[in-house]
């Protein structure tokens, strides 16, 4: 039982936001249904099942338009605070520790310790991919659900003109609407609002015991530690 | 198999099927 208790415990920040998730997904999904259905009936419609629903464009998009600016955001930010430091903030790294760092900091080639995932001791390619492995796959879930966000917002704006009795558009016609860019920019900025300012309130806010936060005595001035 | 890695399958697996499967949703246009 020991063993079992260990490992959730390990595991935690993974189980728990995972678990919300999946519970969350399932809120939206309801109520999502419920404000479809206000819709279908207000236009004289026959409202639909959630296994319909489920299978739409209308939630698909709204799913996925969300999914693309969190990984824009975590993808901007690492490679952001490669370059960029705001000094005194938890979030940054040192202000003279700008950009990849030398291989010794890195434990990367010559430096690489027995412990050292295999990649990193290759030397080669393997090395060059696994050294950008995070902002890589950060990156292309980002592109990969922005390109869902396009033709699942096409899908269901097409299903809207029709049913307004216009003319549906082509995908790349999608791209010059302002459903499509209104749908994305709303997002962007959001996040964009929380990265600044997560980076400037940590300069003189504390959240004693988190890693997110300096430790509640360390002064205003002190950059990148963490609690 | 730790559940460090299963967490790292799951959600890596769940991400890769969920956008597979919406954007199909899209480009059947449904």
């Not at chain 1, 739409?56 to 969190?70: K, L, P, T």
């Not at chain 1, 390109?147 to 003109?161: I, L, M, P």
Request: proline letters at 2%; one cysteine or more.
């Amino acid at each position: 039982v020991t063993g079992v208790r260990r490992t959730l415990r390990d595991n935690g920040l993974g189980l728990v936001f995972g678990l919300l998730f999946l519970a969350m997904l399932v809120g939206q999904a309801v109520s999502g249904l419920a404000q479809y259905n206000d819709q279908q009936i207000a236009i004289g419609a026959e409202p639909v099942s959630l296994g319909h629903y489920l299978t739409s464009s209308s939630f698909a998009v709204d799913v996925v338009e969300n999914w693309q600016s969190e990984y824009l955001q975590f993808f901007l930010y690492i490679f952001g605070t490669i370059w960029l430091v705001q000094r005194g903030s938890s979030e940054s790294k040192e202000v003279d520790r700008t950009g990849v760092e030398s291989d010794a900091d890195q434990l990367v080639g010559a430096h690489a310790r027995s412990d050292s995932p295999c990649w990193v001791r290759a030397g080669d390619w393997r090395t060059a991919v696994f050294s950008r492995s995070l902002g890589i796959v950060l990156g292309a879930i980002f592109v990969l659900s922005w390109f869902a966000q396009s033709v699942t917002g096409w899908a269901a704006y097409n299903a809207e003109q029709l049913g307004n009795r216009e003319d549906p558009v082509t995908w790349l016609g999608y791209l010059g609407e302002p459903d499509f860019w209104n749908r994305t920019l709303q997002n962007w900025q959001s996040e964009m609002l929380a990265v600044g300012s997560m980076a400037v309130l940590a300069v003189y806010l504390r959240q004693r015991g988190s890693p997110e936060s300096k430790p509640v005595g360390a002064a205003h001035g002190d950059t990148s530690e963490t609690g | 198999v730790s559940l460090t890695r299963i967490l790292f399958i799951a959600y890596v697996g769940v991400i890769t099927i969920a956008l597979v499967y919406f954007t199909l949703v899209g480009l059947l246009g449904r």
